[in-house]
């Protein structure tokens, strides 16, 4: 089982400021994620996950959220963003 997410440790090292800690915030975003992917994608029909925002710029900032994109193979139809998230079906970023 993945982890939790964590970042507390590159709060701590005084080495990291401003870029140095978006970059290394966003690959351990990518690492967590990647791991999330391998347990979930067993066995599943082939699919990608895809990350847009901040963490697809590679920009992740201490309390960015995650935008994410989970293509299917042979999908034929576009799903509806989640009816919380204040945006309508096909608005664009």
């Not at 966003?26 to 347990?39: K, N, S």
């Not at 996950?49 to 293509?71: I, K, N």
């Amino acid at each position: 089982m993945t982890p939790p997410l964590k970042k507390s440790d590159l709060f701590e090292d005084d080495c990291l400021r401003g870029r140095a800690f978006t970059s290394a915030w966003t690959d351990r975003v990518d690492d967590w994620l990647r791991e999330l992917y391998r347990e979930a994608a067993t066995g599943a029909r082939p699919m990608a996950l895809v990350a847009v925002g901040g963490q697809g710029r590679r920009e992740m900032a201490p309390q960015s959220d995650l935008d994410l994109l989970l293509l299917f193979e042979g999908a034929r139809h576009r799903a509806r963003p989640p009816k919380d998230c204040g945006t309508r079906s096909g608005a664009r970023a």
